[in-house]
């Protein structure tokens, strides 16, 4: 039984910042690698951030220098901290956990069941 619990999402003014978490449970012995992914009324699904046990990150252009993404390895959880947040950053987020760092949603296996991020004007 494997599950990702997302928490964090909400309500946030421009400028403002947000902070999601993602904890692990269950055995997933092939998968290091957590990350995010959102998603917009109408829109694809695209790639926010990732990063492998080993800590190296990646990040989507449209987030790099605004969102940081950790993880506590003994917790099986990482983190997304969000500042600066814009309009466009509206979305449902989703954790993933995969077996390889990488920006396309077909290297992920599992998935949470996502948590809205709201950026009002």
């Known amino acids: 039984q494997v599950q990702l619990v997302e928490s964090g999402g909400g309500l946030v003014q421009v400028g403002g910042s947000l902070r999601l978490s993602c904890t692990g449970s269950?055995?997933?012995?092939?998968?290091?690698?957590m990350g995010w992914f959102r998603q917009a009324p109408g829109k694809e699904r695209e790639f926010v951030s990732a990063?492998?046990?080993?800590?190296?990150?990646n990040y989507a252009d449209s987030v790099k220098g605004r969102f940081t993404i950790s993880r506590d390895n003994a917790k099986n959880t990482n983190y997304l901290q969000m500042n600066s947040l814009k309009p466009e950053d509206t979305a449902v987020y989703y954790c993933?956990?995969?077996?390889?760092?990488?920006?396309?949603?077909?290297?992920?296996?599992?998935w949470g069941q996502g948590t809205q991020v709201t950026v009002s004007s």
């Open positions: 990063i492998s046990w080993s800590g190296e990150t």
């Open positions: 269950g055995r997933i012995f092939s998968n290091s690698v």
């Open positions: 993933a956990s995969g077996g390889i760092l990488t920006k396309r949603a077909v290297g992920y296996d599992y």
